[in-house]
């Protein structure tokens, strides 16, 4: 069984990340407000990279995907 659980913007995202355990982040890199690529580096913070986390895009740009790595 799978749930899941939506965040409306990065921010949100990452208080749920804080207060629910969590087995997998999908998170767009366009996101209101904060980036997606930032709501990253905070959720690998707060887990100890223990939590994968996979970024989807439309930006084709070079630079968009080595940020996302």
Do not use: F, W, Y
Request: net charge negative; glycine share 4%; with cysteine.
């Amino acid at each position: 069984m799978c749930t899941v659980v939506e965040a409306e913007d990065a921010e949100a995202a990452v208080r749920i990340v804080q207060q629910t355990p969590i087995d997998l982040v999908v998170l767009d890199v366009v996101m209101p407000g904060q980036s997606g690529i930032e709501a990253c580096r905070q959720i690998k913070a707060l887990t100890n990279e223990r939590v994968p986390v996979l970024l989807v895009t439309a930006l084709n740009e070079r630079e968009h995907r080595l940020a996302g790595l």
